[in-house]
Nanobody
Framework: QVQLVESGGGLVQPWGSLRLACRAP???????????ITWYRQAPGKQREVVAA???????TYADSVKGRFTISRNNSRKTVWLQMNSLEPEDTAMYYC?????????WGQGTQVTVSS
């Protein structure tokens, strides 16, 4: 069983920054380092969409809408993946979730709310 816990969301003004964390508190370090982690977001009335992903080897991918503004990174010893979000826009307002798939099973965190508003 994989547990993912997100944190770091909140209310921020446009052009502000937030750093989200996705932790796997129950994971063994030697297992967590093999996880690929994806950040998704879902705004009210919209479909869930991929924001950024990081593979077990550290390869990163981003949605076009966040390229140059968001950075995904990981620290395997801390069993954590971060999403640094800069130059936030109102359109980034959403619930943010982290996700991984292990042995064909999908695991999601509970989500953390990001609201960008003046």
């Amino acid at each position: 069983q994989v547990q993912l816990v997100e944190s770091g969301g909140g209310l921020v003004q446009p052009w502000g920054s937030l750093r989200l964390a996705c932790r796997a508190p129950r994971a063994i370090f030697s297992v967590f380092r093999d996880y690929s982690i994806t950040w998704y977001r879902q705004a009210p009335g919209k479909q869930r969409e991929v924001v950024a992903a990081i593979s077990d080897t550290g390869t990163t991918t981003y949605a076009d809408s966040v390229k140059g503004r968001f950075t995904i990174s990981r620290n395997n010893s801390r069993k954590t993946v971060w999403l640094q979000m800069n130059s936030l826009e109102p359109e980034d307002t959403a619930m943010y979730y982290c996700h991984t798939t292990q042995y064909g099973v999908d695991y999601w965190g509970q989500g953390t709310q990001v609201t960008v508003s003046s």
